[in-house]
C-alpha cells in the first residue's frame, strides 16, 4: 500500500520508526504487549484509542524516556533501543505547552538550541523559519501570558520542530483547546506536515483528529495495536469489535442476532441476507452506523433491495444540518441520522427504517472479530 508523501523533506530531517516486539509493564500494568509498528519516512502517523491504552508509553518508548522490557526500537535505520533519548534526534510536543512565562517567545524558541550549543547564526535562522512557518512571527518579543491559546499552542510545537529533528512525537497537543481552536489547528499541523516533510507520530483519544489528519490510523487496545490502516478504511471496514465501537460519532449501533451457515441474519426486528461466510453458524452480533439507516414515516415504499423494518422514535435531537433520531426497536434503541428538514419525526412517533444489505456488520462474539 502506498502513502501519501510530503511535497517538501531534507534528510537530516526525515526518518522511518520500526518498533519490533515492543512489551513494557509498570508493575502489574502491561502498558504495551508486543507492539509492531513500523512508520514509514516522512509520513503523518497516527496513534488513536481511549485513555489508558498505551498510547503514551508507545511515545515515550520512541522518544528513550522509557526503556522497553522487551523488543527494540529502531530509528532511521538505527537501533536505538538503549540510546538516552538525547542521542535519538527526536523531539516531542506535549499536551501542557511547557513555557517559560518570564522568557519572550524567541527566548522559548531558541532555549533548546542553546542548551544544544547550536551556533547564534543558525539559532537565528532556525526560530525565523519556525515562526514563519507556524504564524506566530509577530509574537516573537512577546511573554507567553500575553498569548492566545491557540497562539501558545504554536509556540509549544515551534519549541519541538526548531530542533529540525528526525522524527516528531506529538501527545494530545490539542486535547485542552475549545472546538473552534482544535477545528483550526487540525489545518494548521496539516499544513505544517505537508511543508516540513518530516515523520510525525501523532497520539489522541480523539477520533475526529486521527481521521482528519494523518496519512494512517493504528487503533490501540489495552497496550496492543488491533488495526493499523488509512483512515477511511478503518472507518469503513473495522476489524474488530472494538475498532468498529470507537471509531465512528454517532457510534456504530449494535444488536443481537444469529446467522445460519447460508448467512441469512436474523435480529428480533429485521432478516437479512449476507455474504459472510466465516462467521459459524449461531449467535452473533450485528451492526450498522447511524448514517446508513433511512428513517422515513410509516407507510412510505421502501426499495426492493434494502432491509426495511418498523420502530418507532423514542427521541429526536437536532444538530443543525441533520437530527439524531433515536428509534426503539423491540427492547433495544437505535440512532439514526436523518438530514432531510423536509420530513420532521415527533416522539412516539411510528417510522420506517431501512437500510442497504452490504453496509451491515456482522461481528463474533468470541473472536469480536468483523466480517
Not at 112 to 140: D, F, S, Y
Not at 188 to 205: C, D, F, N, V, W
Not at 291 to 301: M, N, R
Request: hydrophobic share 40%; charged share 25%; proline share 7%.
Amino acid at each position: 500500500m502506498t502513502h501519501p508523501r510530503p511535497t517538501r523533506r531534507t534528510p537530516q530531517s526525515v526518518a522511518e520508526v520500526h518498533l519490533r516486539d515492543v512489551a513494557k509493564a509498570f508493575g502489574p500494568t502491561q502498558a504495551l504487549d508486543g507492539v509492531e509498528l513500523r512508520v514509514e519516512d516522512g509520513e503523518f502517523f497516527c496513534l488513536l484509542g481511549p485513555s489508558g491504552v498505551g498510547k503514551t508509553t508507545l511515545l515515550r518508548t520512541i522518544a528513550g524516556v522509557e526503556r522497553p522490557d522487551r523488543g527494540e526500537v529502531w530509528i532511521g535505520g538505527r537501533d536505538v533501543t538503549h540510546l538516552p533519548p538525547a542521542e535519538r534526534d527526536v523531539a516531542m510536543v506535549f499536551e501542557t505547552y511547557a513555557l517559560y512565562p518570564h522568557l519572550t517567545v524567541w527566548e522559548n524558541l531558541a532555549y533548546p538550541l542553546k542548551e544544544r550549543r547550536v551556533p547564534q547564526t543558525e539559532i537565528k535562522r532556525r526560530v525565523e523559519r519556525t515562526a514563519e512557518l507556524l504564524g506566530i512571527t509577530h509574537t516573537l518579543g512577546r511573554p507567553p501570558q500575553t498569548l492566545s491559546g491557540g497562539e501558545m499552542q504554536r509556540v509549544a510545537v515551534g519549541r519541538a520542530i526548531v530542533r529540525e529533528a528526525q522524527v516528531y512525537l506529538f501527545d494530545e497537543p490539542l486535547s485542552h483547546l475549545d472546538a473552534q481552536l482544535r477545528e483550526h489547528m487540525r489545518a494548521e499541523l496539516k499544513r505544517l506536515h505537508r511543508e516540513m516533510g518530516s515523520t510525525l507520530i501523532y497520539a489522541t483519544p480523539d477520533q475526529l483528529e486521527a481521521m482528519t489528519m494523518p496519512d494512517r490510523v493504528a487503533v490501540l487496545r489495552a497496550g496492543s495495536i488491533v488495526q493499523c490502516d488509512p483512515p477511511l478504511e478503518v472507518y469503513l471496514r473495522p476489524k474488530r469489535l472494538f475498532v468498529a465501537r470507537y471509531v465512528g460519532e454517532p457510534p456504530m449501533n449494535f444488536l443481537q442476532a444469529e446467522i445460519d451457515a447460508a448467512g441469512e441474519v436474523q435480529t428480533a426486528a429485521f432478516a437479512c441476507r449476507t455474504e459472510t461466510r466465516d462467521i459459524a453458524a449461531g449467535v452473533c452480533l450485528v451492526g450498522v452506523r447511524p448514517e446508513d439507516l433511512t428513517v422515513t414515516p410509516a407507510g412510505s415504499a421502501a426499495p426492493p433491495d434494502v432491509v426495511s423494518f418498523a420502530a418507532d422514535v423514542y427521541a429526536v435531537e437536532m444538530c443543525g444540518d441533520y437530527d439524531l433520531v433515536t428509534l426503539a426497536v423491540g427492547d433495544d434503541h437505535m440512532k439514526a441520522i436523518a438530514a432531510d428538514h423536509s420530513t420532521r419525526f415527533a416522539t412516539g412517533q411510528t417510522v420506517n427504517v431501512s437500510f442497504v444489505p452490504d453496509r451491515l456488520y456482522v461481528i463474533d462474539p468470541v473472536t469480536e472479530r468483523v466480517a
